[in-house]
């Protein structure tokens, strides 16, 4: 059994004198994990939901022994009550218990989602019950991986009320990871910018994973190791001087072929190519790095317009150009115009 399970089991009966009674409500991969490293913190999970058979192996793994029950048999059993469900289905969950009389006065009802904050939980309080949002920014599996990836240390964006914030922080510390405090009006904005870098990343990264397997590659995964392992860690130090690749040379020739040979083979990958590589230009052009008259023949290409023509992508008289807003704000308004040969 995995070294983080057997202490899990060990801490489980300290949990029993010591910390505080949680109940699970969403064994998924977030519920069965965090409720697993509370257990290794202390605590007692002394119930969880878990319905479909994934969530009921999951819970049998993470959760040895901890009784499965209805949702609001487990909400009448903590103290503290988590909320690990699908951000769709968390106002219908919260309102549910809520009618059903299974939350009381003081005790502590949080939820894991990214997107909301304490705005859907306003029926708990009515209820006499303490809202709270702890979202934990990683991706999880839903194994007892997780546990070593949150005791070295995860970000939780947490939003709550004044008085429940040493509470709140008690508890992220409990987990091993850092608070960091998200105004309720922007919670969005927190989750957009999450799922954009992580979510659209895992996307990014199979979309070439396939590309390279169309190029015939063999291990496609060898390839793009390094590689995105680099450019992840340069990125993060570096910021926007960490780009690099045709689109920051201005290499409009080399952008069309590309959009060409994607064309042909995968046309579904062109648009987020497109639309990837006119973000990348207006952050080299905002950066200083493209001057905005040598970035024109590659606005061209990207336009959509030209990058079926000759090798410079480019063609005479082509349509109106998409010029980044940062790039016409640095460069002044230009006029849409074909330019020949290499930039």
């Known amino acids: 059994m995995n070294s983080a399970l057997n202490s899990q089991k060990s801490s489980q009966k300290s949990g029993r004198e010591s910390g505080r009674s949680i109940g699970i409500i969403g064994a998924g991969r977030v519920g069965a994990v965090l409720g697993a490293a509370f257990v290794n913190a202390g605590h007692q999970v002394v119930a969880a939901v878990g319905v479909s058979t994934a969530s009921k192996a ?103 009320p004044d008085d429940l914030r040493d509470l709140a922080a008690s508890l992220v510390a409990d987990l091993g990871g850092q608070v960091e405090w998200i105004e309720e009006e922007r919670r969005p904005l927190y989750h957009a910018a999450l799922a954009h870098g992580a979510n659209h990343l895992a996307t990014l990264v199979n979309e070439a994973l396939d590309r390279l397997r169309d190029a015939g590659v063999q291990h496609p995964e060898q390839v793009l190791a390094p590689l995105l392992g680099a450019a992840l860690d340069n990125s993060l130090r570096l910021g926007d001087a960490a780009i690099t690749g045709p689109v920051s040379r201005g290499d409009a020739g080399t952008v069309a072929k590309h959009l060409r040979a994607l064309d042909a083979v995968a046309p579904e990958s062109v648009p987020p190519y497109l639309a990837l590589a006119r973000r990348t230009a207006d952050r080299v052009i905002a950066a200083g790095r493209l001057r905005p008259m040598d970035a024109e023949p590659l606005l061209d290409v990207l336009s959509g317009s030209g990058h079926k023509g000759g090798d410079s992508g480019q063609k005479e008289g082509s349509a109106q150009k998409q010029v980044p807003v940062i790039a016409a704000q640095r460069g002044g308004r230009r006029k849409a115009k074909g330019t020949g040969g290499k930039p």
């Open 58 to 160: 999951r819970a049998e793994q993470l959760l040895p022994g901890v009784a499965l029950l209805p949702a609001d048999q487990v909400a009448a059993s903590a103290d503290l009550v988590l909320l690990a469900v699908p951000d769709d289905v968390l106002a219908g969950l919260v309102h549910g218990l809520v009618e059903t009389g299974a939350l009381r006065a003081g005790q502590i009802v949080a939820h894991t989602s990214g997107a909301h904050g304490l705005d859907v939980l306003a029926p708990v309080t009515a209820a006499g019950a303490r809202p709270l949002a702890l979202h934990p920014a990683m991706t999880f599996t839903g194994t007892a991986v997780d546990l070593s990836r949150l005791a070295a240390g995860v970000s939780f964006g947490v939003t709550a």
